[in-house]
């Protein structure tokens, strides 16, 4: 572990914070001081709380297996009698509680589990317990006051080295996810890759049956045809959007600061022919913010929402309104429609890759675009989220962050 790793900060926890946990836990001044007047006591049974403490880890199958050899013994013990002895010192400072925090990155690492650090607190507190009472048997009240104190500060401790604990399985797991998710997206690529080729081939010969031998064809077998080219065209779109959603993930964003006003305009020629054979009309509240981002990313954000605002829309005219409202630290936008709106059951698992809501056929598209959308904002560190109401329309919020986190 470096040197200059800073557990406290990388946690986000600092000195108020740890006061807070002290004050909840009544761990005050008077507590310092009971814990400062047992150096004696520290000195006197130092050696033997730490012999007890290593003769409980041999005794488990599950602690002894760590031990592996006199190297990491000695550290443990000399770990375990600077513990004691900074405990008993009073001195609670950044040094002391980066210590704890570095304490649970180290058992992390060591592969103990967090179950028997936690418990052999127990066995320490419980050892210690007896040891104060009969060295302060004649005073019991100070004893009691003594035992309190170690015990309050010991809570404060485990807790910190559990936290870092915790810390360190979600780095784990975020890593195994985003691996996962990476070869999930190779196997996509490479599987969308492979199967464009036979598909131009039955788009192709499909249109060229169509073209050359209609005539040849009675009306149903023209229909059938018909059918197969759709079918191709529509998996293609398939292919397509998943190449753009595995792409996502894949590549490194390509940020700039890109005005949204002039992308808007891009993705609205993009769609020039949904918009002029539907009639729709734009409400756009301009102007809409510079924002840095990933212009080609964003684009198809904005592209899914709108097409989706045209597609699932039976209103004459359709209307879309487009709006950004600037928050401390995010843009929010939102796209409304007069569409024929989602009922609320089905709210949530629109944002999921293929969850199509209506029969295809009725309405066209992969059942990805959302999904698109889901991927490329909270990629940029945003929300995404929907407000519908059935037959009355839909209103699609996202957020992008001011300062891009990529
Ligand atoms: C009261 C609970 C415990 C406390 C306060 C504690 C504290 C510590 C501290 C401060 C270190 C040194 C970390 C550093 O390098 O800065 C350490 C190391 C170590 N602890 Fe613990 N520990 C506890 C429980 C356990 C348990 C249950 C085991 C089980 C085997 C264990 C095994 C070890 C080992 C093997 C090391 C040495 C790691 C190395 O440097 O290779 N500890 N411990």
């Keep these: 572990m470096p040197q200059d790793h800073y557990f406290m900060a990388e946690i986000g926890i600092d000195m108020q914070e740890i006061q807070r946990r002290m004050d909840f836990v009544g761990f005050d001044k008077n507590d310092i001081k009971k814990l400062s007047e047992m150096q004696d006591f520290a000195k006197q049974h130092g050696e033997q709380i730490v012999g007890a403490f290593y003769q409980h880890l041999l005794s488990f199958r599950e602690t002894r297996l760590l031990l592996k050899n006199q190297g990491t013994i000695d550290r443990l013990m000399s770990s375990q009698k600077t513990y004691l002895s900074e405990i008993f010192r009073g001195r609670f400072d950044k040094h002391y509680f980066e210590q704890r925090l570095k304490t649970g990155a180290v058992h992390h690492r060591i592969g103990l589990k967090p179950k028997w650090y936690m418990e052999i607190y127990a066995f320490y507190e419980n050892y210690i317990s007896t040891l104060i009472s009969e060295a302060y048997r004649h005073e019991s009240d100070r004893g009691l006051s003594r035992d309190h104190a170690l015990r309050k500060i010991f809570r404060i401790d485990m807790v910190l080295a559990l936290e870092y ?36 081939g039955i788009e192709a010969f499909s249109s060229f049956l169509l073209e ?32 753009t959603l595995a792409s996502i993930t894949q590549k490194g964003p390509n940020l700039d600061q890109v005005d949204l006003n002039v992308l808007l305009e891009q993705v609205k020629h993009h769609l020039g022919f949904a918009i002029q054979q539907k009639q729709v009309v734009f409400s756009n509240h301009l102007p809409l913010p510079i ?25 004459t005219p359709p209307r879309i309104d487009v709006t950004a409202y600037e928050e401390e630290s995010c843009y929010r936008f939102s796209v409304k429609d007069n569409g024929i709106g989602i009922e609320p059951v089905y709210q949530e698992q629109v944002l999921r ?10 309405y066209e598209g992969s059942g990805l675009g959302l999904a698109i959308c889901k991927k490329v904002v909270e990629k940029a560190g945003g929300e995404i989220w929907l407000e519908s109401e059935a037959g009355v329309g839909s209103t699609f919020y996202f957020t992008l962050p001011k300062n891009n986190r990529y």
């Design 291 to 315: 924002v840095r981002c990933d212009a080609l990313q964003v684009a198809e954000v904005f592209k899914n929402l709108i097409s989706n605002a045209i597609k699932f829309n039976t209103s």
């Design 212 to 243: 050359d031998y209609a005539k040849l064809l009675d009306q149903q077998g023209t229909r059938y045809l018909k059918f197969l080219k759709e079918s191709g065209t529509r998996m293609k779109e398939l292919i397509q959007d998943l190449l």
């Design 165 to 200: 604990y915790m810390y360190s399985n979600n780095l784990e797991m975020m890593a195994k996810l985003n691996h996962n998710t990476q070869a999930i997206d190779d196997f996509t690529r490479m599987l969308s890759h492979d199967l464009k080729e036979p598909l131009r």
């Design 353 to 362: 890759p293929f969850e199509r809501l209506h029969h295809r056929g009725e």
